[in-house]
């Protein structure tokens, strides 16, 4: 997708400060953070949104959860951090391509 932000990021076309990366799966640090630790997890795949999940993407978003834990445990809040996909602009989505945030470091009570 030419005009999506974080495909461009997997191009390596935009910078981004990288956790992690294999063939299909990347996480880099979100550019406006939320928390003391707050990142993205994503697919290369460009999905725009939970919503267009489908049964073939199912092992890679299961990936997403793995991945982001582990890097998680690594920066430190393996004990307590927020798994949040948005999906679509009523619920805060900004960007168009599925994203899974991963925060820790801030104590913040369900469900706010
Ligand atoms: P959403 O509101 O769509 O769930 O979350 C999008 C997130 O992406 C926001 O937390 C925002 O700060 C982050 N973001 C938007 N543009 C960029 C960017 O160019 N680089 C990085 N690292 N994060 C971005
Ligand atoms: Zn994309």
Do not use: T
Not at 12 to 36: C, H, S, T
Not at 66 to 86: H, P, S, T, Y
Not at 89 to 109: C, D, N, S, T, W
């Amino acid at each position: 997708m030419s005009d999506c932000i974080f495909c461009k990021i997997i191009a390596g076309d935009i910078p981004a400060k990288k956790l992690y990366e294999d063939d299909e799966v990347m996480a880099f640090w979100d550019i406006a953070p939320q928390a003391p630790v707050h990142f993205l997890v994503i697919p290369k795949k460009h999905l725009a949104a939970p919503v267009d999940v489908e049964e073939v993407d199912d092992r890679v978003i299961g990936k997403l959860i793995r991945i982001g834990a582990q890097l998680a445990k690594e920066n430190g809040v393996g004990d307590g951090f927020r798994v949040i996909f948005n999906n679509g602009k009523k619920a805060g989505q900004e960007v168009f391509h599925i994203h899974m945030h991963i925060l820790g470091g801030r104590e913040r009570p369900w469900p706010l």
